[in-house]
């Protein structure tokens, strides 16, 4: 098995890699400040937010968030594994890792040894469907309506009844077992025992960015009720459904401008649309879609379709996306919901009207304004005024979701239309109302919230400074979280004197108890303006700041009490010395 590759070696690997020359080798950087930007590639947008710090060896997206050192954009972009990743690392600098990887007789590693195995299951797989004796599931796909070329363009194959084709047919002497067994074709079921996991499935490979298998989805050749009519492989260390979209690659590899995606339900949907020439479909494997999709999708374009039966189950599906989708639409992002007609396929209805006509169907699909009133109004009585008022009511925080101001006016504008309130004034008080963050908003009034969040960022930037800090005692009783959060930083900066910035973000990565990663990332990307010679100067005169907002906070609560009771003796001296402290500060 995989030996751990020891954390010292990732961090050697991470900190001798100059990450602006490997990200610019794929988007070209442009130096801003201490940054470089780009538009991300992770999101579609005109104007750049994302940002790559050489000196931290972090990249950052301030529109979408995605961020990480190296190996997370080497995974992300380049859709490799972790090991893959440091792989690629490691041979940049000629480090060798090989005795951390499992080797096999064939010098191969496993870093590629999965996908020829892979790659050779699915050669087998295809050459079954030249077979006499399985002509039945060549006459099936025919019978389906697939082309010869769609079928040798997508590499579907056919994997006949039995329990040990793999074994049988595959020369696996190459291969090392427990290695395969990952692989997610197999179903263990006594010890070293198992079985092949499709059978008499048609099957269809799916492929990662680098057109290499991943995994197969299996059809049914003939339903039974004993077995799901559609069968996935399982999630492995090269495969995530629920990041993966059927078709996704294969449209990304053949087109550089894709005007709109099309989501719709199943592989042979994705394969019939492609042969009509409706380019552009992609399916979520039978999930729900995800986060990881959306943002998938609306890398490549800013246009979704999503493709429903037209049944209340569709309606109800549809709704589900448009709620997961609702905080990634910025204004320049579409979503689109296209509703078959009642026990049609996207397959079989581009049979029945055609290319143009299918066409015509996507151009019409309704709106997002447009099936968020439809489902609404269908709720409530909009004649009445109670209606009005629960029509407002589930709309509003809806619309709170949406990133894009225009989007969000235009959805306001239409809801004043249908409840009678014509003052703009008025919708934006009531949005406010609804508005999930007003308390966090009242915080940022707050001015201590800018001075706590000077300290921490100036400390996660520069980990040094956390021994200029000269006693926590006085911070540690204070309540709030935002303190209790430096507090810890300033523990865990001292605790590990040699801790850098990207080691500290891959902490509180891995140990976010507070909620505060995204904080901490914003901070330790935010651009303060000062100077390298003044950054100590600074935190400390922000420290001291603080700590007299600490002691008047004292100060008052002791002074408030004093007018309602009598302060104990104790009090009085903590008091006296507190206006002393305070009016030494005051005078320096
Ligand atoms: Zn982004």
């Avoid at 991943?214 to 799901?228: D, S, V, Y």
């Avoid at 709109?260 to 494997?285: K, R």
């Avoid at 996306?321 to 026990?343: A, Q, S």
Wanted: some cysteine; glycine content about 4%; charged content about 20%.
């Amino acid at each position: 098995m995989i030996n751990r590759i020891p954390q010292a070696l990732i961090d050697e690997l991470i900190s001798r890699t100059n990450i602006v020359h490997i990200i610019n080798q794929r988007i070209p950087l442009k130096k801003q400040g201490s940054n470089f930007i780009a538009c991300c590639p992770f999101h579609v947008e005109k104007t750049p937010s994302f940002t790559v710090n050489l000196k931290k060896k972090f990249y950052y997206c301030f529109s979408c968030g995605s961020h990480g050192n190296i190996i997370n954009f080497l995974m992300h972009h380049d859709q490799l594994t972790f090991i893959e990743s440091i792989q690629q690392l490691s041979i940049l600098h000629g480090i060798s890792i090989k005795h951390f990887l499992y080797k096999t007789k064939n010098n191969n590693y496993h870093g590629d040894i999965i996908y020829t195995f892979m790659r050779d299951i699915c050669n087998y797989y295809q050459n079954n469907l030249k077979h006499k004796k399985y002509s039945y599931a060549y006459k099936y796909l025919k019978n389906r309506g697939l082309t010869d070329s769609s079928i040798i363009d997508f590499k579907i194959g056919f994997a006949p009844m039995g329990w040990n084709n793999i074994l049988t047919n595959i020369n696996l002497s190459s291969y090392n077992h427990k290695l395969i067994h990952q692989s997610g074709m197999w179903i263990k079921y006594h010890q070293n025992k198992k079985y092949d996991r499709f059978r008499n499935r048609i099957m269809f490979p799916m492929h990662n960015k680098l057109g290499k298998i991943i995994a197969f989805g299996g059809r049914l050749i003939q339903n039974n009720n004993t077995e799901p009519k559609y069968l996935n492989s399982p999630d492995t260390y090269i495969f995530k459904k629920n990041q993966y979209l059927y078709g996704f690659y294969e449209i990304c590899t053949k087109y550089k401008n894709i005007p709109y995606i099309l989501l719709v339900e199943g592989y042979i949907d994705v394969i019939i649309l492609t042969q009509f020439g409706v380019n552009y479909a992609v399916a979520s494997l039978g999930t729900s879609i995800t986060i990881n999709h959306i943002q998938l999708i609306y890398s490549v374009t800013n246009q979704m379709i999503c493709c429903y039966d037209g049944d209340s189950a569709g309606k109800k599906a549809a709704w589900r996306t448009l709620n997961i989708i609702l905080p990634y639409l910025h204004d320049h992002r579409e979503i689109c919901f296209m509703f078959l007609p009642v026990k049609e396929d996207p397959d079989t209805l581009i049979r029945k009207i055609g290319k143009d006509n299918f066409l015509k169907q996507i151009s019409k699909a309704q709106s997002l304004s447009n099936f968020i009133f439809d489902t609404l109004l269908h709720k409530v009585k909009i004649q009445t005024l109670e209606g009005r008022v629960k029509l407002s009511h589930l709309i509003l925080p809806m619309i709170n979701k949406i990133p894009g101001q225009i989007l969000k006016l235009c959805l306001l504008q239409q809801l004043s239309n249908k409840i009678g309130i014509l003052d703009e004034n008025k919708l934006n008080q009531l949005l406010i109302q609804h508005s999930p963050t007003l308390t966090s908003n009242v915080q940022n009034n707050d001015i201590t919230y800018n001075i706590k969040h000077i300290l921490i960022g100036l400390l996660i930037q520069n980990p040094k400074l956390a021994k200029l800090v000269p006693t926590i005692k006085g911070l540690k009783e204070c309540k709030d979280n935002i303190i209790i959060e430096f507090v810890k930083l300033v523990k865990l900066c001292k605790s590990y004197p040699y801790l850098t910035t990207e080691q500290l973000i891959h902490y509180y990565h891995q140990h976010d108890e507070n909620n505060c990663f995204t904080n901490i990332i914003r901070l330790a990307h935010w651009n303060h303006m000062i100077t390298d010679d003044m950054i100590t100067v600074t935190f400390i005169d922000t420290l001291t700041k603080l700590y007299d907002l600490i002691l008047e906070h004292r100060q008052n609560i002791l002074i408030s009490r004093d007018r309602t009771s009598t302060l104990k003796i104790e009090e009085r001296q903590e008091l006296w010395l507190l206006n002393q402290t305070l009016s030494k500060h005051t005078l320096t």
